[in-house]
Each structure stands twice: as C-alpha cells, then as structure tokens.
C-alpha cells in the first residue's frame, strides 16, 4: 500500500492541532504516491521530475499553513515575508540544501515549521502542532524572533542586515556544503548585506558555497519596498555589480493565469497547473543556483512573488499579526482554508523533510556539533619587566600572530587597519588577505587577516565564524567600533542560548581617546565602553582593560581558554609603564582587580584609586603623589575584569551555556576597595565601574571619566578637556575629603 493511500483514514500524530484539513488535490494518487526523497537519500534525485515538483509544491503550502496558524494562535507574529519565499525555501530542502540562515528575523515562523516539518522540534518536546501553537513566541519555546536556541536553527536573526555574515562563515568553514542565505526586498535595503558579500568575494574568490536567496515581494514592513519600482533587468544588474557572476531570477507574474494587477502577484491564485508550472521554474532554479554555487560561480537567486502570497491578506498588511487577528476570526480562517492539505499529504510533506539533508535539521545542521579546532600548547607569553614601557597593542598581536600560525582557519579581521594599530606583526606573521600579492603591505591571496573598510563586514564575520564553531579575533579603532557592535551582541546573546561549545569571541579596540588627539573628537569615541558593560549583566559578556602589556596578554590568554563567552578588550596602541609581573596580571584578570601600587604610610586616611584602562594610569600615579605629600595613603586598583566585580545576583550567568559563575568575594573586595574616599577613574565612560561603587563601603566616592573630544596636541591636553589631569584628579579628591 502506498504511502498516500495508507494515511488517507488516518491522521498522523503529529497533525494534533490542525484545525483544518483538505482535500487531495488532482493526481494526487499518482504524484504523492511515494515521498520524493527515497529513504535512503538526503534529496529528489532530478529537479524535472513531475513528482518532486508537485510534492515540492505541497511543502510550500505546508509551509504556510503552519506559518499562519501558529502565528494566529497567539495573535502575534510575522507569516507574510516568509509566505512569499515559500516555494523557494521547500525546494532548498527538497534538494537537500538544509544548513538554511536567514537575515529576516521576521521569517521566524515559517523557519519553526520547517524545523517542526523535519520533527527538529521534539528535541524541545514539541511533538505535535497543537504544542508547537502553545510555544510560538512564551519564554523557553519558540522565541519571537530566530534564535539557535531552537534545534536545528543554525542562526540567530532579529535585526536586519546580519544573515549574510553567517552564511559566509559557514561557507569558510565547510566549503563541502552550502549555505543558501535568504534575504528582503526591505532587509536588502540596510547599508552592510551587498557591500559585505562583495568585500568577501574579492577576498574569499574561491569561496562560493553561500547562495543568497532574495526574496523580492515588493513591500518592506509598512509600505513598498524602495526596489519595488525596478524592473527585472535592473535588478539582476544590481547582484551582478556586486560580485554575482551568476543570477537566477523566477518571477511568478509570467505564470499569472488569473490576471493579476501589478508587477508582484501571488502564486497561491493561479490554477494548479500554473502553480506547478512556476512550482517548476523555482526548483530547477534553484537546483542550478546551488550547482552553481557549489561548483565555483558566485551566484544568487531571486524569486520574485508578492508579499502575503498564501496567507491571510496580501502586501505590507500581511507582514504581521496583531492581538486581533486570532484563528476565530473570519480572514484568517479563510487564509486556513485555502492552504489546508489532506493528513496523506501532512505524511508526505514530514516524510520528504525528515530524510531531506541526511535526516533532521536538529541532528544535521553544521552548529548543531562542535567543531573540533587545533590545539594550541603553550603560548609564546613574553614577562615584561616591571617598570620598562612596552606597547600594549603589539603584545596582544605577538599572541594572535602565534595563534594564527597554530590554527590556519583562524580569522582576524580589522577595518582601520593593523599596522595604524601598532599590530603589524599580525599582518607579517598570517598576511593581509587580498587577490594582489605585495609584500610592502603583507598582501597575500591566501592571508588569514580579512580588512575591507567596512566595521560591519570585519564584526560580522569574526562573530559569525565563532558562533559557528571556529576562532577568530575582531580588531578595530575604539571611535569605531560601534559600527560593527550590533551583530556581536546579537552573537553573544545567541552564544549564551547555545547547546554547545564554541570559541568565545573575542574583540580588541584600540586606539583610545586619549591617545587620538590630534584626529580629533571623530576619533574620540570611547562610548561603546558603556554598551559593553551594559552587556555585562547578560551573563557571558566580558569587558578586559588591561593595565599593561603583561595584563594584555594575560587578557587574551583567559579569552582563547572561554567559550560561549564575547569578550571585549580595550587597549592603547602607545608604549607605556608595565606594572605588573605575568602572573600578577593574570591573577588580575581571573579575580577581577588587583592593587597595583599601595602607599606604606599616611595619617590623613586612605584613599582608594578604582581605574578602567592603561594610558589613564599616568595622571593617577602623578596625583597619588601629590595626595601622599599631603598626608593620605593611596592604593591604585587596577579594574581589569569588572564583571568579576559584580554580585553574582547582578547578573544573569546562570541562564547561560557554559555559565561562569566567578565573582569576588567581599572580602576579597573589600580589601581591595576599602578607605576613606574611593575614587573611580576611566578614560573613557563610567559604567565600566559600575560594580565598584556599587559594592564599595567608602562613605564617600567619586568618579572621574570621559566627557567630551576636542582636537589637540597630545595625550595631556585631551586629559584636561577632560578633567583627568593630575591635579584635577588630586584636586577632586582634596576637595571631597576636606567638603
């Protein structure tokens, strides 16, 4: 008995919770009579074959069905964009190409029921559709938007413009697969995902198992989309122009039966024949843009079909539901109804995916296992004397260089360039990566350094190579760096759900505000320090300020021995004191702080110096001595890793993969914070030093830190726009001890 026959008196347990069924549509007995994919393969055997397009056609519906019901279940969620990709995303798993990423976070629902259609989603429990209703968008469900905390999901996805970063990285670390990345008509628009792919083309030329699929339906969120007005022609030339040697358009409206208004129409209304037609036009489509892809070419694939195409309503209006839009009401029902399969074909749809890929998504996709890495051995650490002046910078780069060598998949990337950032020998040691070979400037087409002016494109690929399993460093000027930020939070937070361990990422900003006077305030940007340490109540983020060249290589030996973790250092590029010995800086960055100078003697009482950062050291120690001729003892704390400095109910560690539960004890604080006035200094923001005067019991405190930039000649002159000159610091603290 056939497997169509077979389930046509008996719904699947799996279908409990559908709340409507169709019926079979024409030739279904001879087109659904055998899934397409055989049980032993992982995809249809030929892209032309009537069965596997007709079944590809019933996934698509599939799909959408689910997409909406589970969306109308909470009255709440986004069908319409993912409703237009349909047919293409079934035929990617029809074809087998299932390590699927997205830059819509918007498609979460339609990426949930093709992970609940492959049954990824009993790796959660969720069994049936009536649970996968009662968990779309509750906490420890199915969140509102992607996340890789649902199986067999490879990527997070909420803000736009991200997706792209993940597919390359995918594709960098198994070039044997392909990553088919889709992406909005409005999501296309946001400045980063062409230019990025571009910049990665021209580095990575041989590198082309990424497919960006550009879902093309004419609306963005609230109104038309900015490239509605195009024309095919122009469109296509735009992907060309940006490195897509090979671009595979199929628009539907030339399958339009029903005579549709407009350039963009809906697939869903066209008579079966005509679906299947385009149904057609999409899989053998896409069958050549992956064979493309994979064999070389840089290739794209756009399949262009309005918005809303067979849900609820159609255009902008379909992007989402609202609290009153629940499975009751009339016009969703309606767009139910239209979409609604027989439970033979529910069997069928689930048959074909589950065996799709090698087997589910949850047990196949490239980040459901850890990737092994190289082990590293001991590290080339250099004990700087205490009290010679090194580069911070060049330290660090003397560690990562020795870490490229021993890992040749490691990624380093740097917009602002590593020599402007003391770290050239980053640069001599793995080779800038780039189709020009020129020793002047360490070129090499086979360079492990990736540095196209783009902050975004430099963030999103560190973060998406870590998250997907492998090590790599971000490296950027602090004034800009903020500019590529948004995707590692999104990596982080995506790092803290995951269900195994990667490379933490890790990040170093140089180039500080108060050693880029003469650039300007443009380059006086030292802000991101307080969104880092905003993070740092998240759990697994971790902002460094290393006091000295052994510190800093201290900082990034703790980093490469974490995972799961995004670890933030922030460093000069400007020779100066080491004060302390390797194992005290390493001592520094496990505690938290650690005294880097205590007065012997003062009767007048103890002041206390809490201090963020390297080159802001030098005022400090010229204002203790100033404090020490007046009578008072001093003790300067070196903040090195101030989340250790935290309550360990501040935080939200424990909600995170591979927790870290270390904090300093109070008495170990207390020791170290304890005295008549604690004084917090930064140069940069404040927040950094929250935990300090949260936890201090000094009854009077103060905190110095960073204005505004100015223009100017040297270090010392920007410190005092600042008020972090050595006699504004004794100043203030005079001043609060006799008030």
């Not at 992970?115 to 009662?134: C, K």
């Not at 070129?443 to 492998?470: H, I, K, S, T």
């Not at 760096?481 to 890790?506: D, F, Y």
């Not at 005067?693 to 920007?718: F, I, N």
Request: proline share 6%; hydrophobic share 40%; charged share 20%.
């Amino acid at each position: 008995m056939s497997a169509a026959t077979e389930t046509q008196t008996v719904t699947p347990d799996f279908c409990a919770g559908i709340d409507h069924f169709g019926t079979p549509w024409p030739d279904f007995a001879s087109l659904a009579a055998t899934p397409a994919i055989g049980a032993d393969d992982i995809a249809i055997a030929d892209s032309t074959d009537p069965a596997a397009i007709y079944q590809t056609l019933l996934g698509a519906d599939a799909l959408r069905y689910l997409t909406l019901q589970v969306c109308g279940a909470k009255g709440s969620g986004h069908p319409g964009g993912f409703a237009s990709s349909a047919e293409a995303h079934a035929a990617l798993i029809m074809l087998g190409h299932t390590n699927i990423v997205t830059e819509v976070g918007h498609h979460a629902p339609g990426f949930y029921s093709s992970m609940f259609l492959d049954s990824s989603l009993e790796a959660m429990g969720i069994h049936t559709v009536a649970q996968m209703r009662e968990r779309f968008r509750e906490r420890d469900g199915l969140l509102g938007h992607l996340s890789g905390a649902v199986p067999g999901i490879l990527s997070p996805a909420g803000p736009l413009g991200q997706g792209q970063h993940f597919a390359m990285a995918g594709a960098l670390l198994y070039p044997d697969k392909l990553f088919p990345v889709t992406l909005g008509d409005g999501g296309m628009g946001e400045p980063y995902p062409l230019s990025a792919m571009m910049h990665f083309l021209t580095a990575y030329p041989e590198t082309t198992n990424f497919l960006p699929v550009l879902v093309w339906n004419g609306y963005s969120q609230e109104h038309h989309a900015m490239v509605s007005t195009w024309d095919n022609e122009r469109m296509v030339a735009y992907w060309r122009a940006h490195g897509f040697e090979e671009v595979v358009l199929v628009d539907a409206k030339p399958f339009d039966d029903t005579e549709q208004e407009g350039a963009y129409v809906d697939s869903t209304r066209f008579s079966l024949g005509r679906r299947l037609a385009f149904a057609r036009a999409v899989l053998e489509g896409m069958d050549k843009a992956a064979r493309s892809a994979l064999d070389g070419t840089p290739t794209a694939f756009i399949i262009k079909q309005l918005k809303g195409a067979g849900v609820h309503t159609l255009g902008a209006k379909a992007h989402n539901l609202y609290p009153a839009d629940t499975l009751d009401q009339a016009h969703i029902i309606a767009g139910l109804q239209r979409r609604a399969l027989p439970p033979a074909a529910w069997e069928l749809v689930r048959t074909n995916f589950t065996r799709a890929g090698g087997g589910p998504a949850a047990q196949t996709s490239v980040t459901e296992q850890e990737m092994p890495i190289p082990a590293l051995g001991k590290l080339p650490m250099q004990d700087f004397p205490v009290g010679e002046k090194q580069v911070p910078a060049t330290a660090f780069g003397a560690l990562v260089a020795a870490v490229g060598r021993s890992d040749p998949r490691m990624l380093v990337t740097n917009a602002d360039g590593n020599e402007a950032s003391a770290m050239r020998n980053i640069s001599e040691a793995l080779g800038i990566r780039h189709p020009t070979r020129d020793d002047l400037y360490c070129q090499r087409p086979d360079g492990q350094v990736y540095e196209p002016l783009n902050e975004d494109a430099c963030a999103g690929l560190a973060a998406a190579v870590a998250l997907f399993g492998g090590r790599s460093a971000w490296l950027s000027y602090e004034s800009f760096a903020i500019n590529g930020w948004p995707i590692v939070q999104t990596v982080t937070q995506a790092m803290a759900e995951l269900r195994h361990r990667t490379p933490s990422l890790v990040t170093m900003f140089t180039a500080g505000a108060l050693e880029q006077g003469r650039n300007g305030w443009t380059h006086q940007r030292p802000e991101i320090e307080n969104y880092v340490a905003a993070q740092m109540r998240n759990g697994n983020v971790f902002a460094l300020f290393p006091s000295d060249a052994n510190m800093i290589q201290a900082a990034y030996e703790w980093a490469l021995g974490s995972y799961n973790k995004g670890i933030a250092i922030f460093a000069s590029k400007s020779p100066l004191p080491v004060y302390t010995t390797l194992e005290q800086a390493r001592e520094a960055i496990d505690q938290g702080a650690m005294a880097i100078y205590e007065g012997g003697s003062g009767d007048k009482g103890t002041v206390v110096f809490a201090v963020t950062g390297d080159m802001v050291f030098l005022p400090v120690f010229e204002a203790k001595d100033r404090l020490e001729a007046e009578g008072y003892r001093v003790r300067i704390v070196s903040v090195a890793n101030p989340r250790r400095l935290y309550r360990p109910t501040d935080v939200a560690w424990k909600t995170c993969s591979e927790p870290d539960g270390g904090f300093m004890d109070d008495a170990a604080f207390n020791t170290l914070f304890d005295g008549d006035l604690l004084c917090a200094v930064s140069g940069g923001p404040g927040a950094p030093l929250e935990p300090v005067l949260l936890r201090t019991r000094a009854k009077r405190r103060e905190l110095m830190a960073w204005q505004r930039g100015e223009t100017t000649a040297s270090p010392g002159e920007v410190m005092a726009v600042n008020g972090l000159t050595a006699t504004d610091i004794a100043g203030r603290v005079l001043g609060a001890l006799k008030g």
